[in-house]
C-alpha cells in the first residue's frame, strides 16, 4: 500500500507509487495534486496565497499557487515524469469566513483556486476534477497507485475524484 505522505501547509511534496500523500486542513488554501498516469509519480502543493510577486523577501515559494507549482513539476521531473502527460486535480479555496462588502483581499480562497487553475492553463496541465469552493474546510488524500483524490470534510460525505 505504501507510505502516506503528509504535505504541510505552504509545503509541497512528491512520490512514486506505491506511495500516497495527504495534506490536512484546506480552508481558503488550495491542495493541488498533480499527477503522471504512466509513471504513477504524484505531486501534492499545498498553497496559502495567490501570488508571489506581490509579496518582498519571499523565503517559501510553495506559500503561493505561482511558485509552489513551478517547484512542484520541477521536482515531479526528476523523478521521471513527463509534463505532456500531467494531469490535475484540485480541492480547497473555502470562503471560511462570512463578510459584508465586496473586499477583494478577504476572497483568498476564490483568489487561490483562480490562480492555480491560471497557472495550470499556463504550464498546459489539464484540471481532470475539482472540488474547490464553498464554505468548508477540506482534507484530501492522494492515491498514486489510482490517481484517486479522496475529499473529506466535517459533516460531509467523503468524495472521490
Same mark, same amino acid.
Given at each position: 500500500?505504501?507510505?502516506?505522505?503528509?504535505?504541510?501547509?505552504?509545503?509541497?511534496?512528491?512520490?512514486?507509487?506505491?506511495?500516497?500523500?495527504?495534506?490536512?486542513?484546506?480552508?481558503?488554501?488550495?491542495?493541488?495534486?498533480?499527477?503522471?498516469?504512466?509513471?504513477?509519480?504524484?505531486?501534492?502543493?499545498?498553497?496559502?496565497?495567490?501570488?508571489?510577486?506581490?509579496?518582498?523577501?519571499?523565503?517559501?515559494?510553495?506559500?503561493?499557487?505561482?511558485?509552489?507549482?513551478?517547484?512542484?513539476?520541477?521536482?515531479?521531473?526528476?523523478?521521471?515524469?513527463?509534463?505532456?502527460?500531467?494531469?490535475?486535480?484540485?480541492?480547497?479555496?473555502?470562503?471560511?469566513?462570512?463578510?459584508?462588502?465586496?473586499?477583494?483581499?478577504?476572497?483568498?480562497?476564490?483568489?487561490?483556486?483562480? /490562480?492555480?487553475? /491560471?497557472?495550470?492553463? /499556463?504550464?498546459?496541465?489539464?484540471?481532470?476534477?475539482?472540488?474547490?469552493?464553498?464554505?468548508?474546510?477540506?482534507?484530501?488524500?492522494?492515491?498514486?497507485?489510482?490517481?484517486?483524490?479522496?475529499?473529506?470534510?466535517?459533516?460531509?460525505?467523503?468524495?472521490?475524484?
Amino acid at each position: 500500500m505504501g507510505v502516506m505522505i503528509k504535505v504541510g501547509m505552504a509545503d509541497l511534496k512528491v512520490c512514486k507509487a506505491p506511495d500516497n500523500l495527504t495534506t490536512l486542513g484546506l480552508g481558503s488554501c488550495v491542495g493541488a495534486s498533480i499527477y503522471d498516469p504512466v509513471t504513477k509519480v504524484s505531486g501534492m502543493l499545498h498553497c496559502m496565497l495567490p501570488d508571489s510577486t506581490k509579496i518582498a523577501n519571499n523565503q517559501n515559494r510553495a506559500k503561493f499557487a505561482d511558485s509552489g507549482l513551478d517547484d512542484l513539476i520541477a521536482d515531479m521531473k526528476k523523478l521521471g515524469a513527463e509534463q505532456s502527460r500531467l494531469v490535475a486535480k484540485i480541492a480547497g479555496g473555502a470562503q471560511m469566513f462570512a463578510f459584508s462588502g465586496n473586499n477583494d483581499m478577504l476572497r483568498v480562497g476564490d483568489r487561490n483556486v483562480e /490562480a492555480v487553475k /491560471a497557472k495550470l492553463k /499556463a504550464l498546459r496541465i489539464p484540471i481532470i476534477a475539482e472540488d474547490t469552493g464553498l464554505n468548508y474546510g477540506r482534507t484530501i488524500e492522494f492515491y498514486s497507485e489510482t490517481g484517486n483524490l479522496i475529499i473529506k470534510s466535517v459533516g460531509k460525505e467523503t468524495k472521490t475524484i
